[in-house]
């Protein structure tokens, strides 16, 4: 494992070199189509009667496992640092229009999505049963915007938008995930076997969603305890990494959202910051944290454009994929109207947001790590395939043409702040 790991890291590094060197495409997205562009020339030579190379580079991408290396790996990692870089204050002053939009958003997405997906692989003679549609519904409906979050601050977008977009991610990974695992109970796949009543999926949401908030809370009221007693940095980053690892793992041994314990838990350290941190240290580990994340998060992506290699395709699938793609923009679409004709009045957004946040929601690794950890089932490679073009749409074509709708937007609310 550790082989495969230098062998990514490698493949990553030189990847984001050439992008940054000769592509000056957002680093997130050049790796991703990148590593897309590698996989393709594999595969292409392996059909060519070139074999060898494709093979190998599958063994090393299948020895890392994808699904463990995001949901049991950098996740909890990425989730916290994104967090801690974000304002808690003025997060927490738009809470309202943020939880709306993590909560009511991804569940309108993941039942809109599930339904058109069951049509629509019946339109093409897949037949993919509605359970697994509505899985489907529930992996792709988080967003992932860190792609375009460079972007966005490179425009100068206002801060009251550019909080809505990140505060809505980190949120809306954690509910995904535990909406697909209330999903995943009821169907009876994956290990998530038991008792499948309504109220048996609606008490394990619960006690996934509400045990990680509060759990989280624990952890920063933990970690505001220890750091605002000391003042040495390596032991304040080693004591925020300690949280971070060891939290992950405790909440999933307790069975309940890691991922939503992260990202409240880096909020509260983050609304402490200025009183656990001096000017010194707090620069040592906000560094430390920030590198992470963007280190983290460039190797995350480039995997995603790597495991096209591990893909098998059918001409049906890709026509459901295309169709897919239509379907998964128009339900986010959908999913942030609904909200905001409640929210836009009351707390006075742009009247190009909605169109910011439909186009800006990238999907990325948290999809492609639920679909690839998905049970033995005549119906995995359907759902896998169909994940991985709307990854590669939202990134590649979305992700390059944000900046008008960025523009637009910034225009149409110039007293945002």
Same mark, same amino acid.
């Given at each position: 494992?550790?082989s495969?790991?230098?062998?990514?890291?490698?493949?990553?590094?030189?990847?984001?070199?050439?992008?940054?060197?000769?592509?000056?495409?957002?680093?997130?997205?050049?790796?991703?189509?990148?590593?897309?562009?590698? @996989?393709?020339?594999?595969?292409?030579?392996?059909?060519?009667?070139?074999?060898?190379?494709?093979?190998?580079?599958?063994?090393?991408?299948?020895?890392?496992?994808? %699904?463990?290396?995001?949901?049991?790996g950098?996740?909890?990692?990425?989730?916290?640092?994104?967090?801690?870089s974000?304002?808690?204050?003025q997060?927490?002053?738009?809470?309202?229009?943020?939880?709306?939009?993590?909560?009511?958003?991804?569940?309108?997405?993941?039942?809109?999505?599930?339904?058109?997906?069951?049509?629509?692989?019946? +339109?093409?003679?897949?037949?993919?049963?509605?359970?697994w549609?509505?899985?489907?519904?529930?992996?792709?409906?988080?967003?992932?915007?860190?792609?375009?979050l460079? +972007?966005?601050?490179?425009?100068?977008?206002?801060?009251?938008i550019? %909080?809505?977009?990140?505060?809505? @991610?980190?949120?809306?990974?954690?509910?995904?995930v535990?909406?697909?695992?209330?999903? /995943?109970?009821? /169907?009876?796949?994956?290990?998530?076997?038991?008792d499948?009543?309504?109220?048996?999926?609606?008490?394990?949401?619960?006690?996934?969603?509400? =045990?990680?908030l509060?759990?989280?809370?624990l952890?920063?009221?933990l970690g505001?305890?220890?750091l !605002?007693?000391?003042?040495?940095?390596?032991?304040?980053?080693?004591?925020?990494?300690?949280?971070?690892?060891?939290?992950?793992? /405790?909440?999933? $041994?307790? #069975?309940?959202?890691?991922? +939503? $314990?992260?990202?409240?838990? =880096?909020?509260?350290?983050?609304?402490?910051?200025?009183?656990?941190?001096?000017?010194? %240290?707090?620069e040592?580990?906000?560094?430390?944290?920030?590198?992470?994340?963007?280190?983290?998060?460039?190797?995350?992506?480039?995997?995603?454009?790597?495991?096209?290699l591990?893909?098998?395709?059918?001409?049906?699938?890709?026509?459901? @994929?295309?169709?897919?793609?239509?379907?998964?923009?128009?339900?986010?679409w959908?999913?942030?109207?609904?909200?905001?004709?409640?929210?836009r009045?009351?707390?006075?957004?742009? $009247?190009?947001?909605? !169109?910011?946040?439909?186009? #800006? #929601?990238? !999907?990325? =690794?948290? &999809?492609?790590?639920?679909?690839? #950890?998905?049970?033995?089932?005549?119906?995995?490679?359907?759902?896998?395939?169909? %994940?991985?073009?709307?990854?590669?749409?939202?990134?590649?074509v979305q992700?390059l043409?944000?900046?008008?709708?960025? !523009?637009? &937007?910034?225009?149409?609310?110039?007293?945002?702040?």
């Open positions: 494992m550790l495969a790991f230098a062998i990514l890291l490698c493949v990553t590094a030189l990847l984001a070199f050439l992008n940054e060197r000769f592509l000056h495409f957002p680093t997130t997205v050049g790796v991703t189509l990148a590593g897309a562009l590698a @996989s393709i020339v594999l595969i292409a030579l392996d059909a060519l009667g070139l074999p060898g190379l494709r093979g190998w580079a599958s063994g090393v991408l299948s020895t890392l496992n994808f %699904t463990e290396f995001v949901l049991n950098i996740l909890s990692v990425l989730l916290f640092a994104g967090s801690l974000l304002n808690a204050r997060l927490l002053r738009q809470r309202g229009s943020i939880l709306t939009l993590a909560f009511l958003s991804t569940l309108i997405s993941t039942f809109l999505i599930g339904f058109a997906a069951y049509g629509v692989f019946a +339109l093409v003679g897949l037949n993919v049963s509605l359970m549609s509505l899985l489907f519904g529930a992996l792709i409906s988080p967003t992932d915007p860190v792609a375009v460079d +972007l966005l601050k490179r425009a100068k977008v206002p801060v009251k550019e %909080t809505l977009i990140a505060g809505e @991610s980190l949120f809306n990974d954690g509910v995904g535990v909406i697909f695992l209330a999903l /995943a109970s009821a /169907a009876g796949i994956g290990g998530h076997t038991g499948v009543s309504a109220g048996s999926v609606l008490g394990l949401f619960a006690r996934e969603a509400l =045990g990680g509060a759990f989280g809370a952890l920063g009221g505001y305890v220890m !605002r007693s000391i003042q040495e940095h390596a032991v304040e980053v080693l004591i925020t990494l300690a949280l971070v690892i060891g939290g992950y793992v /405790a909440a999933a $041994a307790l #069975g309940i959202s890691g991922p +939503l $314990a992260m990202v409240v838990a =880096g909020l509260l350290i983050s609304a402490w910051k200025e009183d656990v941190f001096s000017d010194s %240290t707090r040592h580990v906000e560094g430390f944290w920030e590198t992470i994340d963007q280190v983290l998060n460039i190797v995350l992506f480039a995997f995603i454009g790597l495991d096209v591990l893909t098998e395709t059918t001409g049906a699938q890709l026509l459901a @994929s295309a169709l897919l793609i239509a379907v998964a923009l128009a339900a986010r959908v999913s942030v109207a609904i909200p905001f004709s409640l929210l009045a009351r707390e006075g957004y742009g $009247a190009y947001t909605v !169109r910011l946040l439909t186009w #800006g #929601g990238l !999907r990325g =690794g948290i &999809a492609i790590s639920l679909a690839l #950890g998905l049970p033995d089932s005549p119906y995995r490679t359907h759902v896998v395939t169909a %994940t991985y073009a709307v990854v590669l749409f939202t990134i590649a992700g043409t944000i900046m008008p709708i960025v !523009r637009r &937007a910034v225009e149409a609310s110039p007293d945002e702040g």
